[in-house]
């Protein structure tokens, strides 16, 4: 099994920046790839970005240019640094793990908001 542990979230202005960490534990030999989702009010909840095991990535197009998705294996934690904040992102962000089976892993989600 998995948990994920998320933190970073907060009230920003427009224009300004936010990271999120998301720290793995468990069965993460597992984890074939991991990534943020995001649901707006009366929004599906939508891939943000995502890495692989073997580092790769991809963005939805809505943030690409401003957040990046990056790993610390020494810590077993995954983060999303956003950039050029946009009241449009304001959403709860969810961490996201994906075992070798297909099978889902989410955290509690970390409300971020950004103002105009």
């Known amino acids: 099994q998995v948990q994920l542990v998320e933190s970073g979230g907060g009230l920003v202005q427009a224009g300004g920046s936010l990271r999120l960490s998301c720290a793995a534990s468990?069965?993460?030999?597992?984890?074939?790839?991991m990534g943020w989702y995001r649901q707006a009010p009366g929004k599906r909840r939508e891939l943000v970005a995502a890495?692989?095991?073997?580092?790769?990535?991809n963005y939805a197009d809505s943030v690409k240019g401003r957040f990046t998705i990056s790993r610390d294996n020494a810590k077993n934690t995954v983060y999303l640094q956003m950039n050029s904040l946009k009241p449009e992102d304001t959403a709860v962000y969810y961490c996201?793990?994906?075992?070798?089976?297909?099978?889902?892993?989410w955290g509690q989600g970390t409300q971020v908001t950004v103002s105009s």
């Open positions: 996201n793990a994906r075992s070798t089976l297909g099978v889902p892993y």
């Open positions: 890495i692989t095991s073997g580092g790769g990535t």
């Open positions: 468990g069965s993460i030999f597992n984890i074939k790839s």
